[in-house]
């Protein structure tokens, strides 16, 4: 193990106004290191536009060049940023260092905590909710909402904080502060709790039907698919190195493009001795990967190099599930993602959904996040329950393309 420094993670900002700024990070390697650090990065609303990567197996030097995106506040908490990162690096001093910026210790799995408020209902109120805790460096666990014949909502957020500081009455006062600065006239009441075993009623995720779990599940699950399946090219090289293989990959960009690849190469047991993430050509991004498997060769089997490379194409081109169903009389937004085997679900996906529906104007009556397993894998899923409105009548066909397109767009990046 290394010791880690202030020079464990730099963040150089842009000479000029526009310009990306730029995350290095030198530190002990470990499996799934460069995903952990992408997600991060996500987490605080940062697109990766750049990045270079190479480890010999114990020492890693990634650099990042990154951009605050679009559907996010320009202001970013960069200090806060680089202990999150730093938090991340592998080494006996790292939760120590992080430990002594936020002067607490840092238990192995945050406590979850019960945010329960009680408020006038208002459109693209559950965004702005959303946007506040996203802002504290809150995850969002479960969620439940519910709204009231005269027009109230309840809502109650199972969170984490990323902080651990939750449990004091400064981050508590904190967090109401912020939310009753946001709800206004509108709010009503904010509880905060420890979410203990008595609580786990409240966190069940109700089951899919059948026919929307074959609808969201199924082979033509997502508008994604067919739209960009066409437009991801993998190109495998055994020949270039004589210790790892070559994997070259054009694809359309998107969010969170290079966090799909690295948590699915983490997930197939492959790991990136080097990489590079080129800038964005005409939408087009492309990647060169120097990779090897779990025994530290080059990946020679036919059939394993078909086999990742047909799991890593499916996760860039359909990493995100989007449609719209019928729920009784009601119409449902289901938005589903996959699971990491970490257990961790995608970052953010709350906040871009309520966000593409507060600027349609849609409003939410309900909404939960919960789990589903298919065969292969586990997935995060994402129930909307909306109500009907006059400019969009949930009825029409060409309403809910409209919403299943905004959607789909803002979770993408398009």
């Known amino acids: ?30 499996s ?26 114990r020492w890693c030097y990634i650099v990042f060049w990154v951009t605050p995106d679009n559907n996010s506040s320009p202001k970013i908490d960069w200090e806060s940023l680089k202990n999150r990162l730093l938090s991340a690096c592998p080494s006996c001093l790292a939760s120590f260092y992080f430990s002594l910026q936020s002067n607490v210790s840092i238990p192995p799995t945050p406590s979850l905590y019960l945010l329960k ?14 946007k506040v805790l996203t802002e504290l460096e809150f995850t969002i666990q479960r969620v439940k909402v519910m709204t009231t014949p005269d027009g109230r909502v309840l809502d109650m957020f199972f969170i984490t904080d990323a902080m651990d500081l939750l449990h004091t009455k400064q981050r508590q006062t904190e967090t109401c502060d912020h939310l009753t600065a946001v709800l206004g006239e509108h709010g009503v009441s904010c509880e905060l709790e420890l979410a203990g075993p008595e609580l786990e009623s409240l966190q069940r995720f109700s089951s899919l039907p059948p026919l929307a779990a074959d ?21 495998v090289d055994d020949h270039l190195s004589p210790a790892h293989t070559l994997l070259q990959i054009r694809c ?101 959904v309520t966000l593409a ?7 939410i009556f309900s909404a939960e996040i919960g789990r589903h397993s298919t065969l292969d894998r586990q997935w995060e899923v994402y129930r909307f329950l909306l109500d009907e409105s006059r400019e969009l009548p949930l009825a029409s066909l060409r309403a809910r393309n409209q919403i299943v397109d905004r959607v789909t767009k803002t979770l993408m990046g398009w």
């Open 215 to 235: 609808e969201l599940f199924g082979p033509d699950g997502s508008d994604i698919s067919s739209s960009s399946s066409n437009k991801a090219v993998l190109t």
């Open 117 to 130: 408020f009680f408020c006038r209902d208002r459109t693209g109120l559950l965004h702005d909710v959303t």
């Open 357 to 363: 529906l507060k600027s349609l104007g849609v409003c």
């Open 32 to 57: 799934g290191l460069g995903s952990t650090l992408c997600r991060i990065i996500l987490e605080f609303g940062l697109s990766i536009t750049r990045a270079d990567f190479s480890t010999d197996g």
């Open 252 to 352: 359309v960009d998107q969010k969170g493009l290079f966090y799909d690849i690295l948590r699915t190469s983490k997930d197939c047991d492959v790991h990136i001795a080097y990489g590079r993430f080129s800038s964005k050509v005409k939408g087009y991004r492309n990647l060169d990967l120097f990779v090897r498997g779990t025994d530290g060769k080059k990946i020679a089997d036919p059939k394993h190099q078909a086999n990742f490379c047909a799991r890593l194409k499916e996760e860039m081109v359909c990493p995100l599930r989007v449609i719209i169903v019928n729920r009784g009389p009601d119409s449902e937004l289901l938005v589903a993602n996959p699971v990491e085997l970490s257990g961790k679900g995608r970052p953010r996906v709350f906040y871009d």
């Open 1 to 30: 193990m290394g010791i880690l420094n202030d020079d464990a993670v730099l963040i150089e900002p842009g000479k000029i106004s526009g310009d990306p700024t730029i995350v290095t990070v030198n530190c002990p390697d470990e």
